[in-house]
């Protein structure tokens, strides 16, 4: 399943991995509609573990409202069976304080993370990550 690019943000399953392309960091409407998505979306995936892949591209600091937010979706995904996250911030002269940001959110939830330079190296880990869970059978 892919939702289109729209408002700044892609999600595209693949497998056992939910990939996040984010154009921006967005509030108001568009962070409502992504926080649905994203619900609907983990339901679908919810009956194996899995983790996500997500990618920033650009500048931009979450605001309160918006690190809340994405408490409470990273909360409900760790809940329904997501099990690691790998992040990627891509042209971003404000990178180190995103991460910050993150490393609080995900330590908050409990949930094992790392944050990477390139694709190509966070798919790699989150396979590994993979391999190493048990499967619900």
């Known amino acids: 399943m892919s939702l289109a690019l729209k408002d700044g943000y892609q999600i595209t399953k693949k497998d056992s991995i939910l990939f996040v392309d984010v154009e921006n960091i967005f509030t108001g409407d568009i962070a409502k509609q992504y926080h649905q998505d ?13 983790a996500s892949l997500i990618i920033y ?10 690190e809340e ?6 909360k409900f995904r760790v809940k ?42 966070a798919k ?8 190493k869970q048990p499967k619900v059978v």
């Not at 790699?124 to 391999?131: G, S």
């Open 80 to 121: 329904n069976n997501m099990v690691a996250n790998a992040t990627v911030f891509l042209q971003s002269a404000q990178a180190d304080l995103q991460q910050i940001q993150l490393s609080r959110i995900y330590q908050g939830c409990n949930l094992p993370f790392y944050v990477f330079s390139d694709v190509k190296s």
């Open 69 to 74: 937010q994405i408490v409470d979706i990273t």
């Open 57 to 66: 591209h650009g500048n931009g600091v979450f605001t309160p409202d918006a």
């Open 124 to 131: 790699n880990w989150l396979k590994d990550f993979l391999e």
């Open 38 to 50: 994203m619900m609907q979306i983990t339901e679908e995936m919810k009956h194996q573990p899995w």
